[in-house]
């Protein structure tokens, strides 16, 4: 009788554990789906891949979810995996490449075509800036990081998170504002 009574309290115990672990990871999804998504979007300039890796983020995130010990810490935890999970992706695949830009095959029919244009040249301004640009301002602007949070995310200093956000507006700035010079001096 004593072993039965100590499978039912480690089943009760398993159980309840795993409905803790479950209730968890579904306020973590909840929360931060969107901001995740966003991110990946932004990354990748591609709906179905970045549901794709987003998916992939939330699942490596269940499967170690138990190391996530600070709740405030989450979102940048899940842009880490989300972070490494992209570059997986590129260590992975097999580029196709075509003469058609894939973007221009996209159903935007919801915005204008002067919308559509702006945020086109918008993402190709910010997909030339270099990495060591474009990563703090896209953690800044589309996952909402601070300065402190970028540093600890990159690995950086904070005084050089900050330079590189003010080099990146100021790249992206003059890009937008003179399109021409940068096509001249190109090509």
């Not at 170690?64 to 992706?89: C, G, P, Q, V, Y």
């Not at 221009?104 to 915005?111: F, G, K």
């Not at 190709?124 to 990495?131: A, C, G, T």
Request: hydrophobic share 35%.
């Amino acid at each position: 009788m004593t072993n039965s009574l100590r499978n039912k309290s480690s089943t009760s115990a398993v159980s309840s554990d795993m409905l803790n672990k479950q209730r968890r990871y579904d306020s973590l999804v909840r929360a931060l789906h969107a901001d995740i998504f966003r991110y990946a979007f932004w990354l990748c300039g591609d709906r179905q891949v970045a549901e794709d890796i987003t998916q992939e983020t939330f699942l490596r995130a269940w499967r170690s979810l138990d190391t996530l010990k600070d709740e405030h810490a989450a979102k940048a935890w899940l842009i880490t995996i989300l972070r490494r999970e992209n570059a997986r992706r590129f260590e992975r695949k097999r580029f196709d490449y075509s003469d058609i830009d894939q973007e221009y095959l996209e159903d935007n029919t919801s915005m204008s075509k002067e919308e559509h244009a702006e945020q086109h040249l918008i993402r190709r301004q910010i997909s030339q800036l270099e990495p060591e640009y474009r990563d703090p301002l896209l953690l800044q602007v589309i996952a909402g990081f601070s300065g402190d949070e970028i540093a600890d995310l990159l690995n950086l200093n904070r005084n050089t998170v900050m330079t590189r956000l003010f080099r990146a507006r100021n790249q992206l700035k003059e890009a937008l504002e003179h399109p021409e010079s940068k096509e001249q001096s190109n090509g």
